[in-house]
């Protein structure tokens, strides 16, 4: 649909007319006689003229030639409607203002219903005005004549009114019952354009959502991308980088906060499976191993548990550095009593008896740790069978096992 | 001796990317021989529809099933074909992780569950084991269940303890599993034989497919373990 604009082809004063009816997909002859007769009523039609051609911008149109016929009615009309606002002039405005008024307001009020609907609504409007006042059922048809009817009757009024001397009254009822009509006779618009405005708003809602999952996609999974195609050759550092992304993307969609999840509480506390959750993914990050931790039941990461947190990290670590492999397995089960940690890998194994005494990792950072927290460990490895570490931790208080 | 017939694998998934990935990496893994029946693709299919067409004209051996599809993803899948064929025997492979994702697809008649990120020669193993009737249990799918089938203040009471309840030994075997065990190691380790070990791995599964605990379906609808 063309934007309202005055035109510059095929114009007789301003390209005004021709504007407004490529605009309203009417015949301009229409539009050129709405505004002479306008222009009776009290020159109306004269200012309408002369303020659409103040404010609209001037455009090109649809580029067709005026061809002479047109020409000659356009001048006619024009000539006609400088007539009627002449005459209607001098013969003085008190028959024509109680006309003018209300019309005009009509019209303003029509021309904001018209700019405020966007398109597809405009062409439904279009196809269907007559379905718009008359459509509708038995209802409808009720609604016209109440309208009409008290349109009718506030004109009625006012003439009374006016006959008997202007009753203040009277003028006041008359432009109530008037407006009245008026709103019972344009209802239908008006839902139309609040449904049209929540739409809008839904439609808004949305493109917000989108844009902030395009951010997040470019901010993590895009730059992840690039950072790979950099390097394609260290299959090593790829692998690490794809892990990393997939467990950012996978938390933030599925995560205790995350995008997926619905009326989670967002402050709390955080539970046992995310901190082995963490603790394994670090681990993957620095040493480009992959650890598949698999949590069964879940507790509250507290300050009890995070001793058990640490060694289980420290296990992790240490599979990732000497088992030389790229699998590590980590399986928490949380019992009412107890929690227990298994971490496991198929690797080269080693024999705990000819550990160097200079190697504390196990010494301190498991056992040590474990033992002064209440826990215990059991270690199960030989050369070339791969090491498993259980690691146990009571929990503080046994059977306040949060029901899951 | 002749040439056993390789088993058919049908691929459903709604990425092509990923199927052509599948595709190469079990016709790399799954061609060597020696190891057991060679594994080859007999067709794929990109959405639910064609999954259905595609499953009962070819008659695959095996389905591998991806859980997250749109019309209703792997689960549809197996409820549109699991009775009309039942010797298609099918795998739920899957990103998804998340828990009800992964029962709901089990629990329609799946053998079992692996991730992803399996890498090619272990996913010809797990096509050979359905194959022959044994479910297969990821990590993660054990720790489902046992999550599905655990004790805890709240939960609903057991119905038919056969079908409600784990006997001890399956608990020990699932906890295995979870660990990350091959069912070899599940055996020296309970000191039973690889057959027990299966025997024990299906009834898991049955129980797991036909049980109507309350916990089991309320788990899956609410909660969300990644």
Same mark, same amino acid.
């Given at each position: 649909?063309?934007?309202?604009?005055?035109?510059?082809?095929?114009?007789?004063?301003?390209?005004?007319?021709?504007?407004?009816?490529?605009?309203?997909?009417?015949?301009?002859?229409?539009?050129?006689?709405?505004?002479?007769?306008?222009?009776?009523?009290?020159?109306?039609?004269?200012?309408?003229?002369?303020?659409?051609?103040?404010?609209?911008?001037?455009?090109?149109?649809?580029?067709?030639?005026?061809?002479?016929?047109?020409?000659?009615?356009?001048?006619?009309?024009?000539?006609?409607?400088?007539?009627?606002?002449?005459?209607?002039?001098?013969?003085?405005?008190?028959?024509?203002?109680?006309?003018?008024?209300?019309?005009?307001?009509?019209?303003?009020?029509?021309?904001?219903?018209?700019?405020?609907?966007?398109?597809?609504?405009?062409?439904?409007?279009?196809?269907?005005?007559?379905?718009?006042?008359?459509?509708?059922?038995?209802?409808?048809?009720?609604?016209?004549?109440?309208?009409?009817?008290?349109?009718?009757?506030?004109?009625?009024?006012?003439?009374?009114?006016?006959?008997?001397?202007?009753?203040?009254?009277?003028?006041?009822?008359?432009?109530?019952?008037?407006?009245?009509?008026?709103?019972?006779?344009?209802?239908?618009?008006?839902?139309?354009?609040?449904?049209?405005?929540?739409?809008?708003?839904?439609?808004?809602?949305?493109?917000?959502?989108?844009?902030?999952?395009?951010?997040?996609?470019?901010?993590?999974?895009?730059?992840?991308?690039?950072?790979?195609?950099?390097?394609?050759?260290?299959?090593?550092?790829?692998?690490?980088?794809?892990?990393?992304?997939?467990?950012?993307?996978?938390?933030?969609?599925?995560?205790?906060?995350?995008?997926?999840?619905?009326?989670?509480?967002?402050?709390?506390?955080?539970?046992?499976?995310?901190?082995?959750?963490?603790?394994?993914?670090?681990?993957?990050?620095?040493?480009?191993?992959?650890?598949?931790?698999?949590?069964?039941?879940?507790?509250?990461?507290?300050?009890?548990?995070?001793?058990?947190?640490?060694?289980?990290?420290?296990?992790?670590?240490?599979?990732?550095?000497?088992?030389?492999?790229?699998?590590?397995?980590?399986?928490?089960?949380?019992?009412?009593?107890?929690?227990?940690?298994?971490?496991?890998?198929?690797?080269?194994?080693?024999?705990?008896?000819?550990?160097?005494?200079?190697?504390?990792?196990?010494?301190?950072?498991?056992?040590?740790?474990?033992?002064?927290?209440?826990?215990?460990?059991?270690?199960?490895?030989?050369?070339?069978?791969?090491?498993?570490?259980?690691?146990?931790?009571?929990?503080?208080?046994?059977?306040?096992?949060?029901?899951? | 001796?002749?040439?056993?017939?390789?088993?058919?694998?049908?691929?459903?998934?709604?990425?092509?990317?990923?199927?052509?990935?599948?595709?190469?990496?079990?016709?790399?893994?799954?061609?060597?021989?020696?190891?057991?029946?060679?594994?080859?693709?007999?067709?794929?299919?990109?959405?639910?529809?064609?999954?259905?067409?595609?499953?009962?004209?070819?008659?695959?051996?095996?389905?591998?099933?991806?859980?997250?599809?749109?019309?209703?993803?792997?689960?549809?899948?197996?409820?549109?074909?699991?009775?009309?064929?039942?010797?298609?025997?099918?795998?739920?492979?899957?990103?998804?992780?998340?828990?009800?994702?992964?029962?709901? $697809?089990? %629990?329609?008649? &799946? +053998? #079992? !569950?692996?991730? /992803?990120? @399996?890498?090619?020669?272990?996913?010809?193993?797990?096509?050979?084991?359905?194959?022959?009737?044994?479910?297969?249990?990821?990590?993660?799918?054990?720790?489902?269940?046992?999550?599905?089938?655990?004790?805890?203040?709240?939960?609903?009471?057991?119905?038919?303890?056969?079908?409600?309840?784990?006997?001890?030994?399956?608990?020990? $075997?699932? %906890?295995?599993? &979870? +660990? #990350? !065990?091959?069912? /070899?190691? @599940?055996?020296?380790?309970?000191?039973?034989?690889?057959?027990?070990?299966?025997?024990?791995?299906?009834?898991?599964?049955?129980?797991?497919?036909?049980?109507?605990?309350?916990?089991?379906?309320?788990?899956?609808?609410?909660?969300?373990?990644?």
């Amino acid at each position: 649909m063309q934007r309202l604009q005055r035109v510059r082809s095929g114009r007789v004063v301003a390209g005004v007319a021709v504007g407004v009816a490529e605009h309203l997909g009417v015949p301009v002859l229409w539009v050129r006689a709405v505004f002479a007769a306008l222009a009776g009523l009290g020159g109306a039609g004269v200012l309408a003229y002369g303020l659409l051609w103040a404010f609209l911008p001037e455009g090109p149109g649809s580029g067709q030639p005026p061809n002479p016929k047109d020409h000659q009615q356009a001048l006619g009309l024009a000539a006609l409607g400088v007539g009627l606002a002449l005459a209607s002039t001098a013969l003085g405005t008190s028959w024509s203002s109680w006309i003018t008024a209300p019309l005009g307001v009509a019209l303003v009020g029509a021309a904001v219903v018209w700019r405020e609907a966007d398109e597809t609504q405009r062409q439904r409007w279009r196809s269907g005005a007559g379905a718009v006042v008359f459509g509708g059922g038995r209802i409808a048809v009720l609604r016209v004549l109440a309208g009409a009817g008290l349109v009718v009757a506030g004109t009625a009024i006012f003439l009374l009114g006016q006959i008997n001397l202007g009753q203040v009254q009277f003028g006041l009822l008359a432009v109530l019952a008037t407006l009245v009509g008026v709103a019972v006779l344009t209802v239908p618009w008006w839902l139309r354009l609040m449904r049209a405005l929540g739409e809008e708003r839904r439609a808004r809602i949305r493109t917000t959502e989108r844009a902030e999952i395009a951010a997040h996609l470019h901010d993590s999974v895009l730059q992840t991308l690039a950072l790979i195609q950099q390097q394609p050759d260290s299959s090593r550092e790829v692998r690490r980088l794809a892990r990393g992304q997939e467990r950012q993307l996978r938390s933030w969609l599925y995560g205790p906060q995350g995008y997926g999840r619905t009326g989670r509480d967002a402050a709390a506390p955080p539970q046992l499976s995310e901190a082995l959750s963490a603790a394994a993914g670090e681990v993957e990050d620095i040493y480009a191993v992959s650890v598949q931790a698999v949590v069964v039941g879940d507790c509250p990461a507290d300050e009890a548990m995070s001793p058990l947190v640490q060694a289980t990290r420290e296990a992790i670590v240490n599979a990732a550095k000497h088992a030389g492999v790229s699998e590590i397995s980590v399986y928490a089960e949380v019992e009412p009593a107890q929690v227990t940690v298994f971490v496991r890998d198929r690797g080269s194994g080693f024999d705990p008896d000819a550990v160097g005494d200079d190697r504390h990792g196990l010494a301190d950072s498991i056992h040590g740790r474990m033992e002064r927290n209440g826990g215990s460990v059991r270690l199960r490895t030989s050369p070339g069978e791969g090491t498993e570490v259980q690691l146990i931790m009571p929990r503080p208080k046994p059977g306040e096992d949060e029901p899951s | 001796m002749t040439e056993p017939e390789p088993i058919g694998v049908f691929l459903v998934d709604d990425h092509a990317l990923f199927r052509s990935g599948v595709r190469a990496e079990l016709e790399r893994a799954g061609s060597a021989a020696g190891a057991g029946r060679t594994v080859s693709v007999v067709g794929e299919a990109g959405s639910v529809r064609e999954a259905v067409a595609g499953i009962g004209h070819l008659r695959p051996d095996v389905v591998l099933l991806d859980v997250h599809m749109p019309d209703g993803g792997g689960a549809e899948v197996l409820r549109k074909t699991h009775t009309d064929w039942p010797d298609v025997v099918f795998l739920a492979l899957s990103v998804s992780d998340a828990a009800e994702d992964v029962i709901a $697809v089990i %629990r329609a008649g &799946a +053998r #079992g !569950y692996v991730t /992803k990120t @399996i890498s090619g020669h272990e996913l010809v193993d797990a096509v050979r084991r359905v194959q022959t009737g044994d479910p297969v249990f990821s990590p993660r799918l054990a720790g489902f269940v046992l999550d599905a089938f655990a004790q805890r203040p709240g939960t609903g009471a057991v119905g038919d303890p056969e079908l409600d309840l784990l006997t001890p030994r399956e608990r020990d $075997v699932l %906890r295995l599993l &979870a +660990r #990350g !065990y091959a069912y /070899k190691e @599940i055996g020296s380790e309970l000191f039973i034989s690889v057959k027990t070990v299966e025997t024990h791995a299906s009834s898991v599964l049955r129980k797991t497919q036909l049980s109507n605990r309350y916990e089991l379906s309320r788990w899956a609808s609410d909660r969300r373990l990644v």
